[in-house]
């Protein structure tokens, strides 16, 4: 009973992680109808970035807002410069694109860093006071960094001017419009904002993959099917379905199917999810009248 409870707390760790890559996702596909592929590849090169500095005698936690600040500056620059030009273009001109950056990012960090894994450190020490029986210092602290991010994020959508805004460009950019709402500057914001949690999320992750171009390959497809299980247009049945897919790995890959074939459960959840119940867990049905 108590590895099955150890299975499951530390498959919680790591939903909140996917959940948050998870809402990254949702929070492009609501704004433009888009999943972002790159989006792992850009949370690498952020975390790159973040391991530089912690090289270059920066302590952790400034490494780690800088570079939270320069990931939204790069999401919106992103945003402004090469998908701006295109936001009416088909759809297959989106995914292209996607694709193109995703290779662009993956490129860059191994030019600038070289593909040799790396250690990233954890701000938590093993023997600090957050290590429990069931979770690690890294686990709960991480934990709690992301909570406190998805906290400020859901504050900020609901009770801030800008937040509302942005909502209602997502929803309706027609009608935001009408309204005087700037619906490309918000869609801009946006990407920050997705790009700033990708970077977070990077950061907490790297010390338990290890640190090189490719890391965040597996983790996209686990924050992906967490984005489709809990609704690809719903941010709290994103983060809901981040948490169930990270306890499903852990318990199937311990239990069921091995370790080394865990990231199938990410694949068959996709499929499934897709084939059976398109709109996820808490997402919305569309009906269009033809």
């Not at 191994?110 to 990233?120: C, P, Q, S, V």
């Not at 907490?204 to 497809?221: C, R, S």
């Not at 459960?265 to 398109?278: Q, Y």
Request: hydrophobic share 60%.
């Amino acid at each position: 009973m108590e590895a099955l409870l150890h299975q499951v707390f530390s498959g919680l760790a790591n939903g909140i992680i996917y959940g948050s890559v998870a809402l990254a996702l949702v929070m492009i596909y609501q704004a433009t109808h888009h999943i972002n592929f790159a989006q792992g590849e850009m949370a690498t090169f952020s975390t790159f970035i973040a391991w530089a500095l912690i090289q270059a005698g920066w302590p952790y936690w400034g490494a780690f807002f800088f570079t939270v600040a320069v990931s939204f500056l790069g999401g919106l620059l992103v945003q402004r410069i090469v998908l701006r030009p295109i936001e009416k273009a088909p759809v297959l001109t989106n995914v292209i694109v996607f694709i193109g950056l995703l290779l662009i990012f993956n490129a860059m960090s191994g030019m600038l860093f070289d593909h040799t894994i790396k250690a990233f450190d954890s701000p938590f020490p093993k023997d600090s006071a957050l290590a429990s029986k069931y979770f690690s210092a890294h686990q709960l602290g991480s934990a709690g960094v992301l909570l406190v991010v998805l906290a400020g994020l859901f504050a900020f959508f609901k009770y801030t001017s800008v937040g509302l805004a942005m909502r209602a460009a997502a929803q309706n950019p027609d009608s935001a419009k009408l309204v005087g709402i700037r619906v490309s500057w918000m869609l801009g914001l946006g990407w920050g904002l997705a790009a700033a949690i990708g970077a977070v999320a990077g950061m907490m992750v790297a010390h338990v993959v290890f640190l090189d171009p490719n890391m965040m390959a597996g983790i996209l497809l686990y924050g992906f099917a967490g984005a489709l299980l809990g609704g690809i247009d719903n941010p709290i049945g994103a983060v809901i379905g981040g948490l169930v897919v990270g306890v499903l790995e852990n318990l199937l890959g311990a239990y069921v199917i091995g370790t080394e074939l865990k990231l199938t459960v990410a694949l068959v959840l996709i499929v499934g999810t897709l084939t059976l119940r398109p709109d996820g867990l808490f997402g919305k049905k569309v009906v269009t009248r033809v």
